[in-house]
């Protein structure tokens, strides 16, 4: 399944975006739909994750409270509401999926991958 990550941007500090993950218009089979962030020379870091039939939601701590992760059933979506962004939330953001409910923030877990959209939040 091809995954593809839109709605990155430059924003300054304080600013919203919000960033979509489809699948080329076919349905998601997964069970998992996942965000993942990444700066140079460091690891993924888990951000949120959905589990697509439940709606059950899971947050890093540095962003609970600021981000909101959904999806849309009939548009085959998945959304990540980006609020209060900070500078440290610069990095590109991936959108994931994958069969199970588990170990969802464990990068190594998800199947699928989207490309990447880059997100630059200005001070």
């Known amino acids: 399944v091809q995954l593809q990550a839109s709605g990155g941007g430059l924003v300054q500090a304080g600013g919203s975006l919000r960033l979509s993950c489809t699948t080329s218009g076919r349905t998601f089979s997964s069970k998992t739909l996942g965000w993942f962030r990444q700066t140079p020379g460091k690891e993924l870091e888990f951000v949120a994750a959905?589990?697509?039939?439940?709606?059950?939601?899971y947050y890093a701590d540095s962003v609970k409270g600021r981000f909101t992760i959904s999806r849309d059933r009939g548009k085959n979506a998945m959304y990540l509401q980006m609020n209060s962004l900070k500078p440290e939330d610069t990095a590109v953001y991936y959108c994931a999926s994958k069969g199970g409910t588990w170990s969802v923030r464990q990068d190594h877990a998800y199947t699928n991958w989207g490309q990447g959209t880059l997100v630059t939040v200005s001070s």
């Open positions: 959905i589990i697509w039939d439940g709606g059950t939601t």
